[in-house]
């Protein structure tokens, strides 16, 4: 028996990718019909696009099996990315100080509807 929702989604957590570079290719793919979106993150030259792919491909698998709604009549509702906690590193300078090195992590959500 499967349960129809309108809605389904799919969270990335602790991702080792900017906020900031993430949202730029998400702002791509937002209100885009699954394939649109799936053919622009296949064709964008950044390095997010692998797991955003990974990640709305996660959210159209949890709606075909959870929810039972075909693939082609799905859209991306919302894509958003929130901050993660950061990576703190140190990197040695000249004499004996330490330069502090952020390293930023990411959640990516993205949220599938099924067009009428």
Do not use: W
């Amino acid at each position: 028996m499967q349960i129809q929702v309108k809605e389904v989604s799919a969270i990335g957590r602790y991702l080792r990718l900017s906020p900031t570079k993430v949202n730029r290719v998400l702002a791509q793919i937002r209100g885009r019909t699954y394939q649109e979106a799936k053919l622009i993150l296949q064709f964008m030259p950044y390095r997010s696009c692998n797991s955003i792919q990974k990640i709305l491909d996660s959210a159209v698998s949890n709606a075909e099996n959870n929810s039972g709604i075909d693939k082609n009549k799905l859209k991306v509702k919302t894509a958003f990315v929130n901050q993660g906690p950061k990576m703190k590193r140190f990197q040695p300078r000249a004499q004996g100080r330490a330069f502090p090195i952020h390293k930023p992590t990411c959640h990516i959500t993205v949220t599938v509807v099924k067009i009428d």
